[in-house]
């Protein structure tokens, strides 16, 4: 998966379910990949909250004409909104992809890997949850 793969889930599905003979080094990059960027939209989202409250406290927004408030706080909302539906797709992209990984790369072998899986998908489901309810708590201020 490459980075200009983040935006186009169809694709990365559809590659994953058609392709007969998966090599297990992929899916584990894939997985990595979907980790990292997951990671760098949590950065970002964090980013955006800290402008977000130095704007509004910022004189020359608060002096600012509507349309220049209008403005400033519609491109924070794109951003916040596109940043939140990353945010949201990598990690459930992770989450299914070590799922699969689990399923198919352990079978008959040690549950210790396949309990290494589970706790890395909980603690992202975790870290998504916890994203996404900062994300709207942003949102109504």
């Known amino acids: 998966m490459g980075i200009r793969d983040v935006d ?78 990353r945010i949201s797709r990598m990690g459930m992209r992770y989450v299914c992809t070590l799922r699969f990984y689990k399923e198919h790369m352990f079978v008959g072998r040690s549950e210790k890997p396949k309990e290494e899986c589970e706790r890395d998908a909980e603690a992202t489901l975790l870290q998504l949850d916890k994203s996404m309810k900062r994300f709207e708590a942003s949102s109504r201020t």
């Open 8 to 85: 186009d889930d169809t694709r990365y599905w559809s590659t994953f379910m058609v392709t007969k003979h998966l090599q297990w080094e992929d899916i584990k990059s894939d997985s990595d990949c979907a980790y990292e960027v997951f990671q760098q939209q949590t950065s970002i989202a964090s980013m955006i909250q800290l402008q977000w409250s130095y704007i509004r406290t910022e004189e020359s927004f608060l002096l600012g004409t509507p349309a220049h408030k209008i403005r400033t706080v519609a491109k924070q909302m794109e951003d916040m909104m596109l940043t939140s539906v």
